[in-house]
T-cell receptor
Framework: EAGVAQSPRYKIIEKRQSVAFWCNPISGHATLYWYQQILGQGPKLLIQFQNNGVVDDSQLPKDRFSAERLKGVDSTLKIQPAKLEDSAVYLC??????????????FGPGTRLTVL | DAKTTQPPSMDCAEGRAANLPCNHSTISGNEYVYWYRQIHSQGPQYIIHGLKNNETNEMASLIITEDRKSSTLILPHATLRDTAVYYCIVRVHQAGTALIFGKGTTLSVSS
Protein backbone atom coordinates (compact mmCIF):
# COMPACT_ATOMS: atom_id res chain seq x y z
CA GLU A 1 0.00 0.00 0.00
CA ALA A 2 1.41 3.38 -0.97
CA GLY A 3 1.93 5.84 1.85
CA VAL A 4 1.13 9.53 2.11
CA ALA A 5 2.97 11.45 -0.59
CA GLN A 6 4.16 15.03 -0.24
CA SER A 7 5.99 17.40 -2.54
CA PRO A 8 8.28 19.14 -2.68
CA ARG A 9 10.52 17.67 0.01
CA TYR A 10 12.49 20.88 0.41
CA LYS A 11 11.79 24.51 -0.43
CA ILE A 12 13.80 27.67 0.14
CA ILE A 13 12.16 31.05 -0.43
CA GLU A 14 12.64 34.63 0.61
CA LYS A 15 10.28 36.37 2.99
CA ARG A 16 7.17 37.83 1.41
CA GLN A 17 7.25 35.23 -1.37
CA SER A 18 4.53 32.62 -1.85
CA VAL A 19 4.81 28.87 -1.59
CA ALA A 20 2.53 25.87 -2.02
CA PHE A 21 2.76 22.32 -0.73
CA TRP A 22 0.95 19.29 -2.11
CA CYS A 23 -0.28 16.16 -0.35
CA ASN A 24 -1.74 12.94 -1.72
CA PRO A 25 -3.22 10.84 1.11
CA ILE A 26 -3.58 7.08 1.27
CA SER A 27 -6.34 5.93 -1.04
CA GLY A 28 -9.71 5.76 0.72
CA HIS A 29 -8.68 7.84 3.72
CA ALA A 30 -11.43 10.35 4.42
CA THR A 31 -9.60 12.52 6.93
CA LEU A 32 -6.58 14.65 6.04
CA TYR A 33 -4.48 16.75 8.40
CA TRP A 34 -1.81 19.40 7.91
CA TYR A 35 0.66 19.88 10.77
CA GLN A 36 3.45 22.40 11.22
CA GLN A 37 6.60 21.27 13.05
CA ILE A 38 9.07 23.92 14.15
CA LEU A 39 12.58 22.69 14.94
CA GLY A 40 12.76 21.10 18.39
CA GLN A 41 9.01 20.95 18.88
CA GLY A 42 6.28 18.41 18.24
CA PRO A 43 3.94 18.82 15.28
CA LYS A 44 1.08 21.29 15.66
CA LEU A 45 -2.23 20.91 13.83
CA LEU A 46 -2.97 23.61 11.27
CA ILE A 47 -6.08 22.28 9.56
CA GLN A 48 -8.16 19.12 9.35
CA PHE A 49 -10.40 18.00 6.48
CA GLN A 50 -13.11 15.36 6.47
CA ASN A 51 -13.53 14.46 2.81
CA ASN A 52 -13.48 17.93 1.19
CA GLY A 53 -14.92 19.84 4.14
CA VAL A 54 -12.95 21.67 6.85
CA VAL A 55 -13.41 20.20 10.33
CA ASP A 56 -10.95 22.36 12.27
CA ASP A 57 -8.89 25.31 11.10
CA SER A 58 -8.77 27.17 14.41
CA GLN A 59 -4.95 27.23 14.47
CA LEU A 60 -4.44 28.19 10.84
CA PRO A 61 -3.12 31.78 10.43
CA LYS A 62 -5.78 32.68 7.91
CA ASP A 63 -4.26 36.02 6.99
CA ARG A 64 -1.45 34.20 5.20
CA PHE A 65 -2.21 30.48 5.13
CA SER A 66 -4.86 28.76 3.03
CA ALA A 67 -5.64 25.15 2.28
CA GLU A 68 -8.02 23.24 0.10
CA ARG A 69 -8.90 19.65 -0.60
CA LEU A 70 -10.58 19.34 -3.94
CA LYS A 71 -12.75 16.28 -4.60
CA GLY A 72 -11.88 14.95 -1.16
CA VAL A 73 -8.54 13.52 -2.23
CA ASP A 74 -5.39 15.64 -2.79
CA SER A 75 -4.77 18.75 -0.76
CA THR A 76 -2.67 21.88 -1.11
CA LEU A 77 -1.43 24.21 1.60
CA LYS A 78 -0.37 27.71 0.58
CA ILE A 79 1.49 30.47 2.39
CA GLN A 80 1.24 34.00 0.99
CA PRO A 81 3.26 35.99 1.94
CA ALA A 82 5.78 33.93 3.91
CA LYS A 83 7.45 35.19 7.08
CA LEU A 84 10.71 34.09 8.68
CA GLU A 85 8.80 32.32 11.46
CA ASP A 86 7.11 30.06 8.89
CA SER A 87 10.36 28.11 8.56
CA ALA A 88 9.35 24.61 9.60
CA VAL A 89 8.50 21.14 8.37
CA TYR A 90 4.96 20.83 7.05
CA LEU A 91 3.53 17.38 7.58
CA CYS A 92 0.48 15.89 5.94
CA UNK A 93 -1.31 12.95 7.53
CA UNK A 94 -4.36 10.90 6.67
CA UNK A 95 -6.56 8.42 8.48
CA UNK A 96 -9.36 6.04 7.60
CA UNK A 97 -11.65 7.02 10.49
CA UNK A 98 -14.30 4.37 10.90
CA UNK A 99 -17.48 4.98 12.86
CA UNK A 100 -16.21 2.67 15.58
CA UNK A 101 -13.55 5.04 16.79
CA UNK A 102 -10.36 6.88 15.97
CA UNK A 103 -7.80 5.17 13.78
CA UNK A 104 -4.10 5.71 13.46
CA UNK A 105 -2.80 8.58 11.42
CA UNK A 106 -0.32 7.94 8.65
CA PHE A 107 2.17 10.71 8.04
CA GLY A 108 4.02 11.72 4.93
CA PRO A 109 7.73 12.59 4.95
CA GLY A 110 7.03 16.31 5.20
CA THR A 111 8.16 19.41 3.32
CA ARG A 112 11.00 21.35 4.92
CA LEU A 113 10.49 25.08 4.29
CA THR A 114 13.24 27.60 4.86
CA VAL A 115 12.32 31.28 4.67
CA LEU A 116 15.29 33.65 4.27
CA ASP B 1 -1.54 22.12 25.07
CA ALA B 2 -0.27 18.59 25.48
CA LYS B 3 -1.69 16.74 28.48
CA THR B 4 1.39 14.58 28.98
CA THR B 5 4.82 14.96 30.57
CA GLN B 6 7.85 13.05 29.30
CA PRO B 7 11.58 13.22 30.07
CA PRO B 8 13.40 15.14 27.31
CA SER B 9 15.96 12.43 26.64
CA MET B 10 16.97 8.87 27.46
CA ASP B 11 19.80 6.54 26.52
CA CYS B 12 19.69 2.80 25.95
CA ALA B 13 22.22 0.16 25.00
CA GLU B 14 21.51 -1.87 21.90
CA GLY B 15 19.79 -5.16 22.72
CA ARG B 16 18.50 -3.95 26.07
CA ALA B 17 14.93 -3.00 26.88
CA ALA B 18 14.03 0.66 26.56
CA ASN B 19 11.41 1.84 29.05
CA LEU B 20 9.95 5.25 28.21
CA PRO B 21 7.76 6.82 30.92
CA CYS B 22 4.87 9.22 30.46
CA ASN B 23 2.76 11.09 33.01
CA HIS B 24 -0.85 11.98 32.19
CA SER B 25 -2.37 12.75 35.57
CA THR B 26 -5.36 14.67 34.14
CA ILE B 27 -6.46 11.95 31.72
CA SER B 28 -10.22 11.59 31.35
CA GLY B 29 -12.15 8.35 31.42
CA ASN B 30 -12.77 8.33 27.67
CA GLU B 31 -9.22 9.20 26.68
CA TYR B 32 -6.73 6.68 25.36
CA VAL B 33 -2.95 6.76 25.57
CA TYR B 34 -1.26 6.77 22.16
CA TRP B 35 2.42 6.48 21.32
CA TYR B 36 4.03 7.70 18.11
CA ARG B 37 7.69 8.00 17.22
CA GLN B 38 9.54 10.17 14.74
CA ILE B 39 12.81 9.07 13.24
CA HIS B 40 15.04 11.86 11.97
CA SER B 41 13.77 13.49 8.76
CA GLN B 42 10.64 11.33 8.67
CA GLY B 43 7.02 11.86 9.65
CA PRO B 44 5.69 10.43 12.92
CA GLN B 45 4.82 6.75 12.98
CA TYR B 46 2.10 5.10 15.06
CA ILE B 47 3.35 2.56 17.61
CA ILE B 48 0.55 1.49 19.94
CA HIS B 49 -2.43 2.71 21.95
CA GLY B 50 -4.42 1.57 24.98
CA LEU B 51 -7.18 2.53 27.41
CA LYS B 52 -6.47 0.73 30.68
CA ASN B 53 -5.24 -2.75 29.93
CA ASN B 54 -1.70 -3.53 28.97
CA GLU B 55 -1.22 -3.83 25.23
CA THR B 56 1.41 -5.53 23.09
CA ASN B 57 2.07 -5.60 19.38
CA GLU B 58 4.98 -6.43 17.14
CA MET B 59 6.68 -3.13 17.88
CA ALA B 60 6.26 -2.55 21.60
CA SER B 61 4.36 -3.07 24.84
CA LEU B 62 2.32 -0.46 26.67
CA ILE B 63 1.89 -0.66 30.42
CA ILE B 64 -0.76 1.65 31.93
CA THR B 65 -1.00 2.04 35.70
CA GLU B 66 -4.22 1.10 37.42
CA ASP B 67 -5.11 4.72 38.16
CA ARG B 68 -4.26 5.56 34.50
CA LYS B 69 -2.18 8.54 35.55
CA SER B 70 1.00 7.23 33.96
CA SER B 71 2.21 4.72 31.43
CA THR B 72 5.39 3.14 30.11
CA LEU B 73 6.26 2.23 26.56
CA ILE B 74 8.60 -0.75 26.40
CA LEU B 75 10.80 -1.62 23.44
CA PRO B 76 11.94 -5.09 24.49
CA HIS B 77 15.17 -5.29 22.48
CA ALA B 78 16.20 -1.86 21.31
CA THR B 79 18.18 -1.52 18.08
CA LEU B 80 20.03 1.42 16.57
CA ARG B 81 17.03 1.97 14.28
CA ASP B 82 14.88 2.70 17.34
CA THR B 83 16.73 5.97 17.87
CA ALA B 84 13.95 8.55 17.53
CA VAL B 85 11.73 11.03 19.32
CA TYR B 86 8.89 9.23 21.10
CA TYR B 87 5.61 11.05 21.70
CA CYS B 88 3.06 10.06 24.32
CA ILE B 89 -0.37 11.51 23.45
CA VAL B 90 -3.66 11.43 25.28
CA ARG B 91 -6.56 11.38 22.86
CA VAL B 92 -10.25 10.64 22.75
CA HIS B 93 -10.76 7.46 20.74
CA GLN B 94 -13.11 9.11 18.30
CA ALA B 95 -13.14 9.44 14.57
CA GLY B 96 -11.59 12.67 13.36
CA THR B 97 -9.75 13.62 16.53
CA ALA B 98 -6.43 15.33 15.84
CA LEU B 99 -3.22 14.56 17.74
CA ILE B 100 -1.77 17.07 20.19
CA PHE B 101 1.97 16.54 20.39
CA GLY B 102 4.28 17.63 23.19
CA LYS B 103 8.06 17.72 22.83
CA GLY B 104 8.46 13.98 23.38
CA THR B 105 11.44 11.96 24.57
CA THR B 106 14.55 11.64 22.42
CA LEU B 107 15.72 8.04 22.75
CA SER B 108 19.32 7.39 21.77
CA VAL B 109 20.27 3.74 21.27
CA SER B 110 23.99 3.05 21.13
CA SER B 111 26.09 -0.03 20.46
Amino acid sequence: EAGVAQSPRYKIIEKRQSVAFWCNPISGHATLYWYQQILGQGPKLLIQFQNNGVVDDSQLPKDRFSAERLKGVDSTLKIQPAKLEDSAVYLCASSLETSGGGSEQFFGPGTRLTVL
Amino acid sequence: DAKTTQPPSMDCAEGRAANLPCNHSTISGNEYVYWYRQIHSQGPQYIIHGLKNNETNEMASLIITEDRKSSTLILPHATLRDTAVYYCIVRVHQAGTALIFGKGTTLSVSS
